[in-house]
């Protein structure tokens, strides 16, 4: 029961950690900053990589963000920008659970709590949340940052593809919503290993 309340304690701290700022201030103009910065690449990937460093602490649109690197830099030059900008938020938040959360809770099982942080980085809210629990919770921090790179570059890979089609005369991109649907992949897929494992399990026995 014990542990059962500190998981309480340290998911709801987690959760309140990126909501309260949303709250109080409402989601930060992010794409309007970004917008009205000059032509100069570097300048423009800087300050996206930076404003998604800081969705994790502050209410920032980073699908929208990541979008506007793909369209303005191209599929390449903006994936490598987003996937920074979301793996270095990652690592803020990953530091701030073990500073400011790791008192709070025990160690979670890692297997689900490394497909958690892969599959949630598309869900607003639930990404900063994972990534402070795992902190906090003590998450081998190996394989944490390499579970979130790989889900950081598959989502970088689907905002800037679908930012760079949305260039003039090209093909209309495939839409935010496509993003979404990877936590419910990631899902399905551990569902599916798990069964098979029980499966194995029952005719070892």
Do not use: C
Not at 2 to 27: D, H, Y
Not at 40 to 47: D, E, I, V
């Amino acid at each position: 029961m014990k542990i059962n309340r500190q998981l309480i304690l340290v998911v709801s701290t987690a959760l309140a950690i990126p909501i309260i700022p949303f709250l109080v201030i409402g989601e930060l103009p992010g794409e309007r900053w970004l917008s009205a910065t000059d032509d100069n690449a570097l300048r423009f990937g800087f300050l996206g990589g930076a404003l998604l460093a800081g969705d994790t602490l502050l209410p920032i649109p980073s699908s929208v963000i990541g979008t506007l690197l793909g369209a303005r830099l191209g599929f390449i030059s903006g994936t490598l920008w987003t996937w920074a900008g979301l793996t270095i938020g990652h690592l803020i938040g990953y530091a701030a659970g073990r500073l400011l959360l790791a008192r709070l809770g025990t160690r979670l099982p890692e297997v689900p709590t490394l497909l958690a942080v892969f599959a949630s980085r598309p869900v607003p809210v639930l990404a900063e949340a994972v990534a402070f629990t795992a902190g906090a919770e003590g998450l081998d921090f190996s394989r944490f940052l390499l579970t979130a790179a790989a889900g950081n570059l598959l989502y970088s890979v689907v905002l800037a593809g679908n930012g760079a089609a949305l260039l003039p005369d090209a093909i209309v991109g495939p839409g935010i919503i496509v993003p979404m649907t990877l936590p419910v992949v990631a899902w399905l897929g551990w569902r599916l290993r798990k069964k098979q494992k029980s499966k194995v399990m029952q005719t070892g026995n």
